[in-house]
């Protein structure tokens, strides 16, 4: 990782570019109307945000023009974590603000999304056209008894259709709530089955990978297994009839009715989203209408830079938060692209083509995938005429040092590159993108505005320049309302706030540099802590998956009875490639030399696939669990898993070891 002591820059904006940011524009307006500092650029202003936080966030709600139907009372009514109330007293609504670009007669007929499936035909819908859809699907969700409050599902890939259903969902004053249709029927009545939804839109079916995978028999389960449901709406996506006794989504969608925007307090739910649940149910975490618009705006409209004649794709699924992340692109005016089908069909490389046929200004994805086509040989930046895109942006893991390197080299030397962290749990970021601040190699930009980023060791110490506990210690307004089903809400007291009490600790380890950047380390709970040196995961798979024979890899730490410490790595290996002596040892002095000789893991075991949750992130603990002896149905939940059966391996190997 790249330390504090080496801070060159891989990438700098030039004056230009700082001149012309929107976080630019709004610093100097915030500071002729606000007080904020009018010199020194992001850190004065990031100070400045998080010092004076309830003016920092009425000056957000100003800048994007937000539409509160009944005055607040005061910005910030309890500053308590958990349990700060935001706006109290206002009302608004969410779609109202989503589908505001409509009203813009000389945008209306411009696209707001652009879909595009696995045989790359983009399909453009326009903002009036989205506007039409979603008064029409609000109307007949209120004719179906649908009331502020209810809860809406979608069993739906990344459409258009589940757009407008979210923010019909929304228009109503309901909660919406959706998985993928790659989710097996146990994975989605986990979720959906907490919060009894009245309403299930389905597909027939999906396409991924070039093949047609048929729903029917699954969504047939669903709907037995839902009691709650008023209504069933079916969308053909595989071209088959609507199934007796459910509603056809052309019928719901074919009038032409004025939107009717139900204004709802601030703090008043907007969806349901789902942590992986891999030691138990999922976590029903909610959020509110008001606190993603403020979070959103602030994120997409000053870090992402997105407005008008932008186009906004990043690859994801409706069963992981960036998805909802990715419609609220819509409140800039930018233009959102939806692509449903595999990451590398027909090729590993087949993102970029999707990116050069939409046009793409900010192409998102995962660090995982950028490896892959570093691993694959890809060149991008040759083979496609990437010049519209302007950032790169990843997650869902740490991007390695190499990622960056590859991303300058085979996208484009001026390239904005943001590696992001954030989660689930606020449907955002803590740190990461700021288009007038310089990249530098392995680490994130800096903190988020309105966010007080800090790495704190065991006793609470802040630290600059040692990795230390990520925590949070001022409310966001995108921070959870409660979880579902926590009437005394203390599972979500003990999901964040047990180490520090008051302080949000998210569970990750990370480096704050003395340049103001930020280094994510991995989970705090599957830190690496040999002889009293704690290394992230994520440190270890950047060093050994880039020898050509690993695939992937998967290293944890264990604690053992006798006081010895056992630290095994599991690989994956290429195809073709075998874990023989020479291997073993060029992997040992890979992390060596590259890391530490204290975290030289103890042994090499090949397993056949590295076990994944179903929204792609590697399963350390589960794994540290079944390696401690813990009977596999009570170390993982089986619905959260994408493949049950390479858990079965560790199973067995405790077994061996005891």
């Not at 813009?104 to 696995?118: C, K, Q």
């Not at 506007?131 to 890939?157: I, K, T």
């Not at 909660?175 to 009245?198: I, M």
């Not at 979500?492 to 380890?509: A, K």
Request: glycine share 8%; with cysteine; aromatic share 10%.
């Amino acid at each position: 990782m790249t330390s504090a002591a080496n801070p060159a820059p891989l990438w700098q904006p030039d004056a230009d570019r700082i001149a012309a940011a929107r976080i630019t524009r709004f610093q100097t307006w915030a500071a002729e109307r606000y007080g904020a500092p009018a010199d020194g650029g992001y850190p004065a202003l990031h100070r400045w945000s998080v010092d004076e936080l309830e003016t920092f966030w009425k000056a957000v709600a100003d800048w994007f023009d937000v539409r509160f139907s009944t005055p607040y009372e005061r910005i910030l009514g309890e500053s308590t974590m958990p349990g700060a109330q935001w706006f109290t007293g206002a009302t608004l609504n969410y779609a109202e603000h989503a589908l505001r670009t409509a009203e813009d007669p000389a945008r209306a007929h411009e696209p707001a999304l652009i879909h595009m499936d696995e045989a790359h035909e983009p399909t453009p819908v326009s903002w009036s056209e989205l506007r039409r859809q979603v008064g029409s699907l609000a109307a007949e969700l209120r004719a179906l008894g649908v009331r502020p409050g209810d809860r809406v599902s979608g069993y739906l890939p990344n459409i258009p259709q589940a757009v407008t259903a979210l923010l019909a969902t929304a228009a109503v004053g309901a909660v919406w709530t959706s998985c993928a249709p790659d989710f097996g029927a146990r994975s989605v009545l986990d979720r959906f089955q907490q919060v009894e939804p009245v309403v299930l839109f389905t597909v027939d079916g999906y396409r991924y990978g070039g093949k047609e995978h048929d729903r029917r028999d699954t969504v047939a389960e669903l709907r037995r297994e839902l009691p709650t449901l008023r209504a069933v709406v079916h969308i053909p996506l595989l071209g088959t009839p609507t199934p007796e006794g459910a509603l056809s989504w052309s019928d719901l969608t074919s009038s032409d009715t004025e939107p009717v925007f139900e204004q709802v307090p601030f703090d008043h739910p907007l969806w349901v989203l789902y942590s992986s649940g891999t030691t138990g149910l999922p976590k029903a975490i909610v959020q509110s209408q008001g606190g993603i618009l403020l979070e959103h705006f602030k994120q997409l409209g000053l870090h992402c830079d997105l407005g008008p004649g932008d186009r906004f794709f990043w690859y994801t699924s409706t069963g992981w938060m960036m998805w909802n992340f990715l419609v609220s692109g819509l409140l800039t005016g930018t233009t959102v692209i939806l692509y449903d089908g595999s990451p590398g069909y027909p090729e590993t490389g087949a993102q970029w083509a999707i990116a050069e046929r939409t046009g793409a200004t900010l192409f998102g994805t995962s660090a995982a995938y950028v490896m892959a086509c570093r691993k694959a040989g890809v060149h991008p930046g040759r083979d496609h005429d990437l010049s519209r895109i302007q950032c790169v942006a990843t997650t869902g893991s740490p991007l390695p040092p190499d990622g960056f390197r590859w991303l300058h080299d085979e996208v484009r030397e001026d390239l904005w590159i943001a590696s992001v962290s954030g989660g689930t749990d606020v449907c955002s970021c803590f740190a990461g993108a700021v288009p007038t601040l310089p990249v530098h190699i392995g680490e994130l930009q800096a903190p988020c505005l309105g966010t007080d980023l800090q790495a704190w060791d065991p006793h609470g110490k802040p630290l600059t320049g040692e990795v230390g506990e990520l925590v949070v210690t001022n409310p966001m307004p995108s921070m959870p309302i409660h979880f579902w089903n926590d009437p005394d809400g203390s599972r979500y007291r003990d999901s964040y706030f047990e180490m520090y009490p008051g302080v949000w600790r998210h569970g990750d380890w990370i480096t704050l540099t003395d340049h103001g950047s930020v280094i994510i380390h991995g989970r705090s709970d599957s830190t690496l802590n040999r002889q009293g040196v704690r290394m992230g995961s994520a440190d270890i798979y950047e060093a050994v998956e880039r020898l050509p024979e690993i695939r992937e890899s998967l290293v944890i730490g264990l604690e053992e009875a006798d006081g010895g410490y056992w630290m095994p790595l599991f690989v994956h290996l290429a195809p073709g490639a075998t874990l023989d002596d020479d291997l073993r040892d060029r992997i040992k002095r890979t992390i060596r030399e590259q890391l530490s000789p204290r975290h030289v893991p103890d042994d090499i075991i090949e397993v056949p696939g590295i076990p994944h949750t179903l929204t792609g992130k590697r399963i350390e603990v589960p794994v540290k669990r079944l390696l401690q002896g813990t009977a596999l149905t009570k170390a993982v939940n089986p619905g959260s898993v994408d493949n049950i059966d390479l858990l079965r391996f560790y199973e067995d190997l405790a077994r061996t070891r005891s």
